[in-house]
């Protein structure tokens, strides 16, 4: 009974060691925030761009963070499906049943809006949402959560009975790019983005009050004021701290003066006056403090995804290549799930596992290297001749030594090199995994399109095809060697 006393004992005091867990966002706003709450928090993590509403609040379900910057308007919309501009005390008397609630409105109310270029709007005489339905010719160019959300484009054009067709989704930083170049003439934007000045937009009036105010928030889980209660009321702090000006110039020392987010959200405790654009080089941002970790993270969603897959999908090849009758229903199964589009793998595993981060990009790469592994395993077995078989039966080798001392070394170089083509897909494939919050060196990429940022995009992107030629080179080296073993089997 003690041993069980004192067990439980170590139990809740690891869970009380254990630190705050931020999410956030895939929207510099978002990012933001998240470093905010960790400043201010003191003992707490931030695990950044996790995507859109749907997976962050699938992970503060599961426990896989504590809270997260929020707005009501979402939160009511969302998540609890409820209209109307809800406050405070009505979001939580929803919430409570779910295990969550609001507080700490941080001062701000960060609105979506349709906005056009000042020019193109005054020419047009296009003033307000209802003004747009006497140009059904406009090219819309929309984000994709906007497209999907129940408070964006379904809504707002049943609510303005607007005659256009619904666009395909544009990352909401490159929005402005292509909003400036003139590929699009709408686009949707939050009010407080940073680029609204800078790219001289007119936000469009909601003449019709379709939007709800969107005032940040933090959703969390109910037990974090009793697990954290020191971080809880550090947090209480950043109540009314932030107003509209200051988060629209927070903003903008990440988008428009080359600050990193941790750097943006250090001006709210320092000062925003005299904030300069900062020069960075791209050597700087590549080899950044960062690097040896996302380098880390990278090699082990790689590596560690791929000896599972090798692990299964060698047994899974010999097995299509001894039985005949299997091998249109293994091959069919691993093709298909090669067909899975990652993000959309990367949500059903998330839904199914109740985890984020490393779990589900874990599972996910092992069942994209899995096709390759399994159809060259399946190719080198049929591929070994009858004669070399026969051979090792006259010899008097049972079915498992004549598959471990022939069969295996002689389909060798091609197993090894369906293992290559897996782990150079892996290498490009785990970058995605930072859309959940995995890590890797796609956390650059995913913050770059977060800021439309190339140089941030490269310092990404550079590493991974460097570690893919890094791989693939290895592989030769050792297919090489073992294709020298291939052939002296052959030749015996």
């Known amino acids: 009974m003690r041993k069980w006393a004192a067990l439980l004992l170590l139990v809740t005091a690891a869970a009380q060691a254990e630190p705050l867990k931020v999410g956030s966002k895939r929207f510099t706003e978002s990012y933001i925030l998240g470093e ?21 609040y699938a992970a503060l379900k599961s426990g896989s963070i504590d809270l997260y910057p929020e707005y009501t308007g979402t939160i009511a919309k969302e998540i609890l499906k409820l209209d109307g501009d809800l406050g405070l005390a009505e979001l939580n008397r929803a919430l409570a ?41 406009l090219k819309l160019g929309l984000s994709q959560e906007f497209i999907g959300r129940a408070d964006g484009w379904p809504g707002l054009k ?13 990352d909401h930083g490159l929005a402005y790019e292509a909003l400036a170049a003139g590929r699009i003439e709408v686009m949707d934007i939050y009010t407080t983005d940073a680029k609204i000045e800078r790219f001289q937009l007119r936000a469009l009036e909601d003449d019709r009050k379709f939007f709800p105010r969107y005032d940040a928030v933090l959703l969390y889980r109910l037990d974090v004021p009793e697990r954290h209660p020191e971080a809880w009321a550090r947090l209480q702090k950043l ?21 990193s987010f941790a750097e943006a959200a250090a ?73 899975i589009p990652a993000l959309a793998l990367f949500a059903f595993l998330i839904a199914l596992m109740g985890a984020i981060g490393t779990a589900p990009a874990l599972v996910a790469l092992f069942l ?43 389909a060798l170089p091609t197993i090894l090199a369906g293992v290559k083509t897996s782990a150079v897909i892996n290498v490009g494939t785990a970058t995605i995994a930072a859309f959940v919050g995995a890590g890797g060196y796609g956390e650059r990429i995913v913050s770059g399109l977060a800021l439309n940022d190339t140089t941030m995009l490269l310092a990404g992107a550079v590493p991974a095809a460097a570690l893919a030629l890094i791989v693939q080179g290895a592989f030769e080296l050792g297919e090489r060697r073992f294709g020298w073993v291939g052939r002296a089997a052959r030749a015996s």
């Open 267 to 339: 001006l709210l405790d320092s000062g925003l006056e005299g904030t300069k654009k900062k020069e960075r080089k791209f050597l700087h941002v590549l080899f950044g403090p960062d690097f040896w970790r996302l380098s880390r993270e990278h090699l082990v969603l790689v590596f560690v995804s791929l000896a599972g897959s090798i692990a299964v999908g060698v047994p899974l090849g010999v097995a299509a290549a001894k039985r005949p009758r299997l091998a249109q229903p293994i091959l069919g199964a691993v093709g298909v799930i090669q067909t």
């Open 239 to 259: 109540e009314q701290r932030i107003d509209e000006r200051t988060m629209i110039r927070l903003n903008a020392a990440a988008e428009l003066q080359g600050r």
């Open 158 to 170: 049943a609510a303005y009975e607007l005659p256009f067709a619904t666009p395909s989704g544009l």
């Open 97 to 137: 049943a779910l295990g969550f609630g609001v507080a700490v409105p941080l001062g701000f109310n960060n609105s979506y809006a349709l906005a056009m270029r000042e020019e193109r709007a005054r020419a047009l005489g296009i003033r307000s949402i209802g003004d747009l339905a006497k140009h059904p010719a």
């Open 36 to 56: 905010v709450i960790i400043r201010a928090a003191g003992d707490a993590v931030h695990r950044p761009g996790l995507g859109n509403t749907g997976i962050l």
């Open 368 to 410: 994209y290297a899995l096709l390759p592994i399994v159809r060259n395993t399946h190719t080198g077995f049929v591929g070994v001749g009858a004669g070399m078989r026969q051979a090792a039966m006259a010899l008097g080798l049972r079915a498992g030594a004549r598959l471990r001392l022939v069969e295996l070394p002689l």
